[in-house]
């Protein structure tokens, strides 16, 4: 057993040579047609094993054929690039395999979490009364708030379920996940009210406050405002101050979604973005977005740890048998098995310090104003995102963003995705890599040029839609 654990991590080593070289090389890996893939590598199972020289080829295959996520080209999604320290701390967390539940399972583990925590709360501006957890992803921390004010407005529906028209709030500018929360919640996701934004896409308060109104002029009870700092398109940062007198003038529960912006909690240059977070109830960020940690390591806190234990504790006499509810953290999670998603944060923090995390923001939002202005600077291309944003989006010429980001992707040459605010399409250039510099952002757009000077005529036109 020890010696094929020594020789899987031999060959895991030699896999991450190629991988790495190749990385450099071939920073795009070629796209495969769906309808080629079982043909071009083997990814039949079958009952007899693989010999040993075909399983060590096909894994080697699969791995360099797999899209490059940490690549120089790589912008296609909010997370990008890697923190050496960072991976350290997640290789060691799988070789270590312990549950986060109990402390008699992970020990010192249940410590790195704990820290990390203490301090995120300190930078949020929570008391010691608050508490968290480390969800799946920005997508659960965002479910885990609903749940936990759905039953701070009634504790009752942890048994009854639902019987009342709650109401939540989120602007139409939010992720994904609000409205699938909803539905998971039994809140229901015809009882979302999606507030209008301003023309930077930032949640427009005044008609957050009237739609607040008519909904309890109606009868129904208002009970949760989702507010995001960072959304997933613009990069806009809703003003939580704002946002936090009409909830407590309401008695609404305030989450800020910081999943994609949140991090910029670490720089005293940026924090102001979120200026008002600490009046908030609960708070969520990704480390595995702006920071380089891999996926996942989603931070999600509570101002008040007795409301999340009231959600989310339950006996489990085969579970809990040391230690007290502090340090079993299964007590205040939505997992019973749940991996360590903390350690990787942690090594990374330890390593370089809380100076050294903020220095990653900072770089990061340098390089997300050397784009914008290489964007404001020429004639060719238009902005449509705003300062203060690590999200770029952008049209060149005439091009529709649509096919052209489908065809850089179709001929290898960037992984780039497009959105849209209102009715306008664009790119989305976002920033996630802290190992790129102004020469790899420069390369990105010349790409773009060159490919559209060399491909015209077959790249649609917005006219020509
Ligand atoms: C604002 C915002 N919230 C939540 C999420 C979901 O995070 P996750 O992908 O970790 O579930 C995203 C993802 O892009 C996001 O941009």
């Not at 070629?30 to 039949?44: A, E, N, P, S």
């Not at 005044?206 to 398109?233: C, R």
């Not at 529960?253 to 005293?268: K, M, Q, R």
């Amino acid at each position: 057993m020890l010696d094929d654990i020594r020789n899987d991590l031999k060959l895991f080593n030699s896999i991450v040579e190629d991988f790495l070289i190749d990385e450099q090389e071939n920073p795009i890996s070629k796209k495969i047609d769906i309808i080629d893939l079982y043909k071009r590598i083997d990814l039949k199972l079958e009952d007899k094993p693989a010999v040993s020289e075909e399983f060590t080829s096909n894994l080697r295959k699969l791995v360099l054929a797999t899209p490059k996520s940490s690549s120089k080209l790589f912008f296609n999604q909010l997370f990008g690039g890697r923190h050496s320290k960072a991976i350290l701390g997640d290789l060691l967390a799988v070789l270590l395999n312990n549950s986060m539940a109990t402390y008699k399972i992970s020990g010192p583990q249940v410590g790195v979490e704990k820290e990390i925590l203490k301090k995120v709360s300190s930078l949020i501006g929570y008391t010691d009364n608050s508490g968290g957890t480390f969800p799946t992803g920005g997508s659960m921390s965002n479910f885990m708030s609903l749940i936990i004010a759905r039953d701070k407005k009634n504790l009752e529906i942890r048994n009854k379920g639902i019987r009342q028209e709650f109401i939540m709030y989120s602007s139409e500018n939010s992720h994904y996940s609000i409205a699938k929360n909803a539905s998971f919640s039994g809140i229901g996701r015809d009882n979302v009210r999606y507030v209008k934004s301003d023309n930077r896409g930032c949640l427009d308060y005044k008609d957050l406050k009237q739609t607040i109104i008519d909904d309890l002029s109606k009868g129904y009870i208002p009970f949760y405002v989702n507010a995001t700092a960072g959304t997933t398109v613009l990069g806009a940062f809703d003003d939580i101050e704002k946002i936090s007198r009409i909830c407590k003038e309401f008695n609404l529960w305030l989450h800020v979604d910081g999943a994609w912006g949140g991090a910029v909690l670490f720089s005293e240059n940026y924090k102001y973005l979120i200026k008002g977070v600490e009046y908030s109830d609960s708070f969520c960020f990704n480390a595995h977005k702006t920071l380089g940690v891999p996926l996942s390591s989603s931070v999600f806190l509570v101002a008040n740890k007795a409301d999340l234990y009231n959600s989310f504790s339950n006996q489990a006499s085969y579970l809990y048998q040391t230690h007290n509810e502090e340090y079993n953290l299964g007590q205040t999670s939505f997992e019973c098995g749940r991996r360590n998603n903390s350690l990787k944060l942690w090594t990374m923090w330890k390593a370089i310090g809380t100076k050294g995390i903020a220095n990653i923001i900072n770089y990061q939002f340098n390089l997300a104003k050397y784009a914008r202005e290489y964007v404001k600077n020429s004639s060719q291309y238009k902005l449509y995102s705003f300062e203060d944003s690590l999200s770029i989006c952008f049209n060149y010429k005439q091009y529709d963003p649509v096919d052209l980001c489908t065809k850089l992707y179709e001929f290898n040459k960037l992984m780039i995705g497009f959105g849209y605010f209102g009715s306008q399409s664009f790119i989305r250039l976002v920033i996630i890599n802290s190992s790129n510099t102004q020469k790899e952002i420069k390369e990105f757009f010349e790409i773009i040029e060159d490919f559209t000077k060399k491909n015209h005529d077959s790249i649609r036109t917005i006219t020509s839609k």
